[in-house]
């Protein structure tokens, strides 16, 4: 029998059927795709506002007031250093207490935190070595938190005499470190 030029019905149905195997692939492939941008930018955007909110910390404990009439002196990060440990110094009047943490439900969670009593003996700890450690926690769009910790030492803030011959910094006025 002579065969007439062109596909049969089985060929063409093999045909389509290959084509939508590639089809399928190739869409579950670009689905993938797109899923895994969604998650890269809601991270990079956590990430960007974790950073933001991190030097905003920062500067505050970072912060120096030339005038300040407070038995703390010009630097912040001394008030913050005494007013949040664990168990916090009472606040001496006419000093302004600090902030330690966000409110609860805020959308970026920090926290501020002494390294002042980590160490139980106080003959452990060196004095006037003190750091503040900043906590943050930011949650992306899927839910998924962020983290970020930063560690503000005393030599970050308090100037030092010369380069070669730094100066240890002051002890904090609410007790040794």
Do not use: H
């Not at 991190?54 to 001394?78: D, M, N, W």
């Not at 943050?136 to 930063?150: I, W, Y």
């Amino acid at each position: 029998m002579k065969r007439d030029a062109g596909l049969s019905l089985v060929e063409l149905l093999v045909a389509l059927a290959v084509l939508g195997t590639v089809f399928m692939v190739l869409a579950n492939s670009q689905i993938a795709n797109l899923r895994t941008t969604a998650r890269s930018q809601a991270s990079t955007q956590a990430r960007a506002l974790a950073l933001r909110e991190l030097e905003t910390l920062s500067s505050r404990v970072l912060q120096v007031t030339p005038a300040a009439p407070t038995i703390y002196g010009k630097y912040a990060f001394a008030r913050y250093y005494d007013f949040c440990r664990t168990t916090p110094l009472p606040v001496p009047a006419g000093v302004a207490p600090v902030a330690c943490r966000s409110e609860a439900g805020a959308a970026v969670a920090w926290e501020i935190v002494s390294e002042a009593d980590l160490s139980a003996d106080p003959a452990e700890r060196v004095k006037g070595e003190g750091q503040v450690r900043l906590n943050l926690t930011v949650v992306d769009a899927r839910g998924v938190p962020f983290s970020v910790v930063e560690r503000v030492s005393c030599y970050d803030v308090y100037p030092s005499p010369t380069s070669t011959a730094p100066a240890p910094c002051p002890e904090p006025v609410g007790g040794a470190p």
